[in-house]
């Protein structure tokens, strides 16, 4: 029975994540920001106009490398604190405090990147031969010596950074403060609903007539701010396309795709493939749904039901430990380790309360712990979203560790590979432990529904909607709520055919999700979880030696491109072939979810 939300105040502290690591309290916030503004201060009246040669570069950056991990803490701070309830007055002046101290700092340093990139090539890389520690950062920021503009229009630039992050910050508070969705009517009954229970529960409700009701109580409310939403998101895209044109890059995905290190042929590929070859697998999946359920018809707000309503286990908190321990154990004591602190050190928010952002994170602040956002409703399903979480803590536990700063972060095309590995060994580990038919076919859904459903068909079709959006601002357009949702519905029809209707709503999903203020980051869902199939399999069959290379790759960190990591691991991205063999995997994982109904059925007769 889904409830009201209660506020923060009234969760127990229990389910709650302990900032003190970070900041011992608001005071101590406020305190690092003014030190670190005279640091800031003082850094600049040294460095400014000296940075000239090889020797004054490395003092340069070592100094800026310092500050730049004292920032970290309170930003982190500021904006976990924020994240956990949005309307909280106070954390929201502290989360625009830090985002305006941020931009004024980033103007005050924006010489260091300036007058590095002033000194001739030979002299930097001079710079690199004497220093392993930078040689990273250097070999970056040479990749943007095309596009880096006059030291004033730099410092100009940067002073706008809050500006420029205030589309998304408009988004969160219309989507958590300002929209309140009334309770809805079905059954003949009263029910409370909210983006969180929605998400956490409503979707996958299996009572037919609640859950549509569910959907279309859901989307009215979206409808009421599609054009404040749609004009928030313009704004966004507008400021990437003035970017873009500024730096002298040739259209928008050259620009957003620089700093993933990687081309456009692995952007295109990932979405062009998955629509094309995966959408035959899922359109059967969905016809799998509609029998079991026996529904009139398959809709949009039907695709996150669970194959068998009747077998949906719940589990606390305290259960999920056992599961996760056992299906990560191969990844070493080490790894374990930090799992076992993570529960009991409170580094998981898993309480459920008004305002609170929606889905699950992980932050991995340097010089501190993994920090896990998730919104723990008690269903067995979630131990995956668990599972993806940690793996990204578990990644960065090892990089920050490993590696300076500047080092430690890969590229976003890289980035959800080590959480979605996570995901594959817990399923890897529940059907390795299991021949009740039921049981499997549980996991195998929750593989195809949550893990693949999630990453593979709704972040892909995200990405295949957000390259259309791009295209026509590219072109010089601007877009509306109209256009956004014509183009949504567009993707949504092309990937499903005449398989599932394409509810009166559907087309409003754009306003649900923040990926599109962080550039082009849905497709990385994919790409992440192309890298990590083909590695689980390796897991698996190979055992330890598989598990040692992963290790490294993610001790590496931010240390190698994309396709460098993927090779580390023993697969080749350049090449179509690890999407394929994933998209056939997915096909056969599918297969014997069918198999396995036909089987239970035949038991039951």
């Given amino acids: 029975m889904v409830k009201s939300l209660p506020t923060r105040s009234e969760v127990s502290i229990e389910e709650t994540w302990n900032l003190e690591s970070l900041m011992a309290s608001p ?6 920001l003014e030190e670190l503004d005279q640091e800031t201060v003082a850094y600049a009246a040294k460095f400014q106009g000296h940075i000239t040669d090889a020797k004054s570069a490395l003092e340069a950056l070592e100094a800026y490398l310092a500050i730049a991990e ?74 943007k010596k095309p596009h880096q503009l006059h030291p004033a229009a ?43 229970s929605f998400e956490g529960d409503w979707e996958a409700e299996t009572d037919t007539e609640l859950r549509r009701a569910a959907f279309k109580a859901f989307s009215d409310k979206l409808r009421d701010y599609q054009h404040t939403t749609a004009k928030t998101y313009d704004m966004q895209l507008q400021t990437e396309k003035t970017t873009a044109d500024l730096r002298g890059y040739s ?56 194959l068998d309503p009747e077998y949906d286990p719940e589990i606390t908190v305290e259960e999920s430990k056992q599961y996760i321990n056992e299906a990560l154990g191969i990844m070493g004591t080490d790894y374990l380790d930090m799992v076992e602190r993570s529960y009991n050190e409170r580094w998981i928010d898993f309480a459920q309360n008004k305002g609170k952002s929606t889905g699950a994170f992980c932050a991995s602040p340097y010089g501190d712990h993994p920090y896990i956002l998730i919104s723990w409703t008690g269903r067995m399903n979630e131990v995956f979203v668990l599972a993806h979480e940690l793996g990204h803590a ?48 549980w996991v195998i859904s929750s593989i195809v529904a949550r893990t693949y459903y999630h990453n593979f068909v709704t972040h892909l079709l995200e990405a295949a909607y957000q390259r259309e959006v791009y295209k026509k601002v590219d072109a010089g357009e601007n877009v509306n709520a109209g256009v956004l949702n014509a183009l949504k519905r567009g993707v949504l029809e092309a990937f499903w055919g005449g398989d599932v209707e394409v509810t009166e709503g559907a087309e409003l999903t754009w306003m649900r999700q923040p990926h599109y203020y962080m550039g082009l980051y849905p497709y990385t869902y ?80």
Avoid: C
């Fill in 27 to 32: 005071e101590a916030f406020d305190t690092a």
């Fill in 70 to 143: 004292k920032l970290v803490a309170p930003g982190t701070y500021a904006n976990l604190s924020y994240s956990t309830d949005q309307t909280d007055a106070a954390a929201q002046m502290r989360a625009g405090k830090f985002s305006a101290f941020s931009a004024k700092v980033s103007s005050r340093l924006a010489f260091v990147a300036s007058e590095l990139l002033e000194l001739p090539e030979p002299v930097l890389k001079q710079a690199m031969s004497q220093s392993q520690e930078f040689e990273g950062y250097l070999k970056k920021l040479l990749r």
């Fill in 154 to 196: 730099e410092k100009a630039l940067a002073s706008y950074s809050s500006v420029f992050q205030s589309p998304y910050g408009l988004y969160n508070t219309t989507k958590m403060v300002d929209m309140d969705f009334p309770d809805f009517e079905a059954g003949g009954k009263s029910h409370p609903l909210s983006y969180v």
């Fill in 251 to 306: 259209d928008i995905f050259e620009y957003l795709l620089s700093n993933q290190e990687v081309d456009r042929t692995l952007y295109d590929r990932q979405i062009d493939l998955i629509q094309t070859e995966l959408a035959p697998h899922m359109r059967k999946y969905a016809r799998l749904l509609q029998k079991a359920h026996g529904l009139d018809k398959m809709t949009f707000a039907d695709l996150k039901i669970s």
């Fill in 394 to 441: 578990g990644h960065f536990y090892h990089a920050n560790r490993e590696q300076n700063l500047f080092n430690a972060r890969p590229s976003l095309y890289f980035i959800e590979a080590p959480s979605t590995m996570n995901e594959m060994l817990v399923a890897n580990h529940l059907l390795k432990n299991s021949e009740d038919p039921k049981f499997k076919r």
């Fill in 526 to 605: 994919s790409a992440g979880l192309t890298i990590s199939t083909q590695v689980s399999k390796r897991i698996l069959s190979e055992g330890q030696p598989a598990v040692d290379e992963w290790i490294d790759v993610l001790n590496a960190g931010g240390t190698k491109t994309p396709v460098e990591l993927s090779k580390m691991a023993g697969v080749d991205i350049t090449t179509e072939q690890p999407l394929r063999d994933t998209i056939a995997y997915i096909g056969e994982l599918i297969d014997e979810m069918e198999r396995l109904t036909e089987e239970i059925e035949q038991q039951k007769v």
